[in-house]
């Protein structure tokens, strides 16, 4: 069964390879609607991704854009969980910060490009920033759904017996609301990520970013369309193999999968 | 007295109804009071404010001399859902309140031991929660409230969501284990059958406004005999007195299973 699933996942994307390169043979020679340069193939993509290796240039940029996306997420997680827990804790924040916050969580994160630069300069904070406007309001949302959501009766439980109230958030409240915290953590994440792009095709440094717009510069399109496939797959790695693997680990913990 | 209720008086700010109208009771130590009534008098609110939960509009709850001004460990509430938290599994739920009340890890382990085999639950010690049965949570509920050794056990209907197979077994339990260690409970119920069951005294309460109607003390034997024709006798005595309380809608929720 397993084999045969994974048989229909490499025919699905031998498939998706073959209509691209029949796309592109149509598009650029057949037709003629597009200049050859103007519309990547697997080929050309194959050749930038080995080029890029081999130079070094993508584990860089990899790595200098992972470290960037971490600390901003860090940074977006202490202050989410700040703001969820005064919005929990207070009736009129509830009332007058959470829709305020709602709001700034639907602005796309390039908004705040213009602020990090004047702020930042053309440095790696400005792009952290970047990164922690456009996912920490998100996480805050969760956090307060999360605190929300504890069934009354743990609280009125640990409260008869006596816990006091760091314990009570640390060892009732923190672990009812982690399976909502993870799912909040994850979107967040996704937000972090396309902030982090936001940020990185404005400034200068090395970053998966800047290698995109480096490729845009050159004219080279294979490039740009690696830079996209990377960012995707790392994307899709983060999310199954990081969270969803945790989200499945609580669940299965707690008889709830 | 060990425990003084001085004529409670509980109305809910958003409705004007009266919940609780004038409460008053003493209980002495080691008694074991079932409180029993039809739903909507207001005996799940007493209990909520004895364990602290809530507050009286007016009166005042006294307990071992001290005026109880919120929830603490030395009134240990069961709740109806055994409110054991999934994430820790037999004993860490139980082992929990004990670290609350500044146990060292070894006594936690010692007297979470002790109260697990109580409800004979060792073997299931490092179970999950999920993957254990309902009469087994209401017992693991039991240990960690019974191994926190408060002064006063507070029992809000632990038992009405299981089965009836299972409610015996941990009636019997319950009252072994009570015969034993005689800590003061009490004990919420709608059933006027598990009331004179346990208890030393039956407080029947009435509804709109929720009131004590009579207390009646039960001198049976112990343990009781369910199908004893004394048992029996005061069931229907105490039935009448609940049912006559009871709105006519109401009887037909009303203690059901003794219905039939």
Not at chain 1, 122 to 138: C, D, R, Y
Not at chain 2, 44 to 66: F, K, R, Y
């Amino acid at each position: 069964m397993k084999i045969k699933k994974a048989a229909g996942s490499i025919a699905f994307f031998a498939g998706l390879i073959i209509l691209w390169q029949f796309l592109y043979v149509a598009a650029t020679d057949w037709f003629e609607w597009a200049k050859p340069y103007a519309i990547p193939h697997p080929a050309g993509v194959w050749e930038s991704i080995i080029s890029l290796v081999t130079s070094g240039t993508l584990q860089a940029a990899i790595g200098s854009s992972m470290v960037r996306v971490l600390i901003g997420f860090f940074i977006a997680i202490i202050i989410g969980v700040i703001f969820g827990i005064l919005i929990v804790n207070s009736d009129y924040l509830a009332r007058n910060l959470k829709p305020l916050i709602l709001g700034i969580q639907t602005l796309p994160s390039i908004c705040w490009v213009p602020f990090a630069i004047l702020w930042f300069g053309l440095a790696e904070s400005a792009i952290i920033f970047v990164v922690v406007m456009g996912s920490a309001f998100s996480i805050s949302l969760a956090v307060e759904s999360g605190i929300k959501s504890v069934p009354p009766i743990y609280i009125k439980a640990a409260k008869t017996m006596g816990v006091s109230q760091k314990k009570l958030y640390l060892h009732v409240i923190f672990p009812a609301a982690l399976p909502s915290f993870v799912a909040g953590l994850k979107q967040g994440w996704s937000f972090a990520w396309r902030a982090l792009m936001s940020g990185e095709v404005m400034s200068a440094s090395l970053g998966l970013g800047y290698t995109l717009m480096v490729g845009r510069d050159l004219a080279d399109i294979n490039q740009v369309m690696t830079i996209m496939l990377v960012i995707i797959f790392i994307g899709i790695i983060i999310d199954k193999g990081v969270f969803t693997t945790l989200e499945n680990h609580i669940l299965r913990k707690r008889g709830l999968l | 007295m060990f425990l003084k209720l001085n004529s409670i008086n509980k109305t809910f700010t958003n409705t004007d109804k009266e919940t609780l109208q004038d409460i008053s009771l003493e209980v002495e130590k080691g008694e074991f009071i079932c409180i029993v009534g039809p739903s909507g008098c207001g005996k799940s609110t007493l209990l909520n404010l004895v364990a602290g939960l809530d507050t009286p509009t007016s009166g005042e709850i006294i307990l071992d001399g001290q005026q109880v001004t919120g929830p603490g460990p030395d009134r240990i509430v069961m709740f109806q859902e055994a409110a054991l938290y999934p994430w820790l599994n037999v004993i860490e739920n139980v082992m929990f309140g004990l670290d609350a009340a500044g146990h060292t890890k070894k006594e936690q382990l010692e007297i979470a031991e002790k109260y697990l085999r109580m409800v004979q639950l060792w073997h299931y010690r490092d179970y999950p929660i999920h993957q254990i049965s309902g009469g087994m949570k209401q017992r693991t509920a039991l240990a960690r409230s019974l191994a926190l050794d408060s002064k006063l056990l507070l029992m809000d209907e632990p038992f009405s969501a299981l089965d009836k197979q299972t409610i015996n077994i941990l009636r019997a339990e319950l009252e072994e284990i009570w015969e034993k260690n005689r800590k003061t409970i009490l004990y919420i119920t709608h059933s006027v059958e598990e009331a004179i069951y346990f208890a030393d005294r039956v407080v029947v309460m009435a509804e709109n406004p929720g009131r004590i109607k009579e207390i009646i003390p039960i001198r049976l034997e112990r343990p009781r005999n369910i199908e004893g024709t004394e048992f029996t006798s005061l069931r229907k005595r105490i039935l009448d007195q609940v049912q006559l309380s009871a709105r006519k809608s109401m009887e037909v929720e009303f203690d059901k299973e003794e219905e039939k």
